[in-house]
């Protein structure tokens, strides 16, 4: 079975802060997808990563970074000086070889306050 | 522009009626989805397609019906049998790949009153 845990259900920084979102996941699978993905007020989901389980390479997008550590079993995101439109819902999930579903973990909510 | 289209955006039925929601992407994807999100919750897969008239039920799928007749066409019918269906519903599309990305649409709200 997968699992996707995100642990924190609400965070609130103030503007400039940085702030970590924590996934661990579950999963038999040798061969697996990670994904963040980003929903804001509006409800659409938006994508933000995507990432195979044979890249252990940290990324870094502008503000936005990602840590993937396969010995914990955590792919965790920070938002580097935070900003009011940083404010949403954001989602871990996963892909795993022998499923044919994203698993996703129940988000966490982050309020970005100016 | 290239895109997933839900229609309407926010839906109003009374309790009994069967309600048909509708997802149209024209990115030329093979594989559609149908996800349901309640308030504080991940999001569950209803129904997904990986090709026309084609589909397979997901994890919630009881009360719920859909077809896949056309490639950019997925539309979900919520029926009445459906227990609680007041829920923000997703749906979403993908290239051949099950492992590529999964783009979602705007959403519709469905509201039973």
């Known amino acids: 079975a997968q699992k996707v845990t995100q642990a924190q259900t609400e965070i609130s920084v103030v503007e400039k802060e940085d702030v970590t979102l924590d996934c661990v996941y579950e999963?038999?699978?040798?061969?697996?997808?990670l994904f963040w993905y980003k929903q804001p007020p509006s409800g659409e989901l938006v994508f933000l990563i995507r990432?195979?389980?044979?890249?252990?390479q940290n990324e870094i997008s502008g503000r936005y970074s990602w840590n993937f550590q396969k010995s914990t079993s955590s792919f965790n995101f920070t938002i580097t000086a935070s900003q009011v439109v940083d404010s949403a819902v954001y989602f871990c999930?996963?892909?795993?070889?022998?499923?044919?579903?994203?698993?996703f973990g129940k988000g966490t909510l982050l309020t970005v306050n100016p | 522009d290239g895109g997933i289209t839900q229609s309407p955006k926010y839906l109003f039925r009374k309790e009994g009626q069967n309600v048909t929601l509708s997802c149209e992407q024209n990115?030329?994807?093979?594989?559609m989805y149908w996800y349901r999100q309640d308030p504080g919750q991940g999001l569950r897969l209803i129904y997904y397609?990986?090709?026309?008239?084609?589909?397979q039920k997901g994890d919630i799928a009881e009360g719920y019906s859909v077809s896949r007749e056309k490639k950019e066409s997925f539309p979900l019918t919520v029926t009445s049998a459906q227990k609680n269906p007041t829920a923000f519903y997703l749906c979403?599309?993908?290239?051949?790949?099950?492992?590529?990305?999964?783009?979602f649409g705007p959403g519709t709200r469905l509201t039973v009153l």
């Open positions: 990432r195979n389980s044979f890249d252990e």
């Open positions: 397609s990986q090709i026309v008239n084609d589909f």
């Open positions: 999963t038999r699978d040798t061969t697996y997808y």
């Open positions: 979403a599309s993908r290239t051949g790949t099950r492992s590529d990305t999964q783009y």
């Open positions: 990115l030329n994807h093979d594989a």
């Open positions: 999930a996963l892909y795993g070889g022998s499923n044919y579903k994203l698993t």
